[in-house]
């Protein structure tokens, strides 16, 4: 086994603070981490409001399978504008931006790599590949591993009163298990080894433990995100528009998975997940594994992660748990980033590697039509991320050996 103990003693560096990267560097900090938190402009402004006087209020009912609970009031040895300040003599570097947001991050970040240096990114969204390719275009061969988690370790959401993001992150559930990979695999036994020491996978690593993914683009397969939520959203958007205005009390009460998920939103769920894993087999990669019951029912496959295989609430019964957690607008990220990069990506990978995805393509057209846009044109593609003109072998080697 790789040894990793030295991370024990270094700063944890969180880039990005929005629901997931405040509930990670709270979580990290309550779990006696020293941690840095760093976000952009223009967005800190909003995003750090509070974190360095107060700390970061970390609560919720953070409902899980072994009842593992962490609440209070975490501070950071760290609030940053500045990646450079953030992460120097740091050994975790946590990437929580939503996918669009990586580019700024990784080309802050790709100067100030320091051998020994360990990045995880929640969730990846093809991340862990791209941050490959900057760095090659870069020219920097610093010793570090890099890999990503098919979800974050949380539901969370960040409380806002009258468009004030305060320093307090509600965590309505934690995960009890997340599928990883590294990028490239050679480096998987070091970024696995790793998580242990990151306090945010705690409830992960002490309980149910990894799922050890098979390439970077098995974590794509597996995020869970495009799956559910584009179908979700995009189907049951006159639930979404409606709601609060002709039936509901409260816009801000919505959830999909509460008022929208249905008998036939999930067969659709259920043929695009057969999609991606007809890709997934074409390419000769993983992918996270479910069986079609576990789309029928009100958390769909969501409720694994931290309940098991075997939480079922029924169609016909309410999941409180969810209330509140949208979307509540179209341009949403459940449309503007699980379209344009999950979607997209496995468009692009249908085209090349002879796999037909017309659900998948469905919600790209259905999307772009209440969009008005086409992300066609916008979306990831596999030049973007260094995978474009490659044979299936020639992936492969990619993927697992770098």
Known sequence: MVNMDYLKEKPVAVLGAGAVGKAQAADCALAGARVHLCDLPPFSEKTLFGVKESGINFY????????????GIARMEMVTEDVAEAVKGAGLIVITTPAF??????EKLIPCLEDGMVVHIFPDNFGSILLRKMMKEAGCDKKVVIGGWSSSPYGSRVDIKGGVVLPK????????????????????EAFLESAKYLGSMDCITRNNGIDPGDTALDIGFSNVNPVLHCPGTILGVGVMENWGVIYGNDKYEYSIYSHAYCPSIAKVQYSFYQEQCKLADAIGVGIQRFEKKQFFHRESILGAEYMGPDYVIPFDQ????????????????YITEDIPVGC????????????????????INLANAMMETDYYASGYTLEYLGLGGKDVDELNRYLREG
């Open 318 to 333: 309410q999941d409180y748990i969810q209330y509140g957690t949208g979307p509540h607008d179209i341009n949403n990220r």
């Open 60 to 71: 919720g009912t953070q409902l899980n399978l072994h009842s593992f609970e962490r609440s």
């Open 101 to 106: 947001g990586h580019r700024a991050f990784f």
């Open 169 to 188: 992150i509600r965590v309505y559930y934690r995960a009890i298990t997340l599928r990883g990979a590294a990028m490239p695999m050679a480096d998987q």
């Open 344 to 363: 997209h990506v496995y468009h692009e990978l249908g085209k090349i590697y002879g796999v037909k995805t017309p659900v998948i393509d469905s919600m």
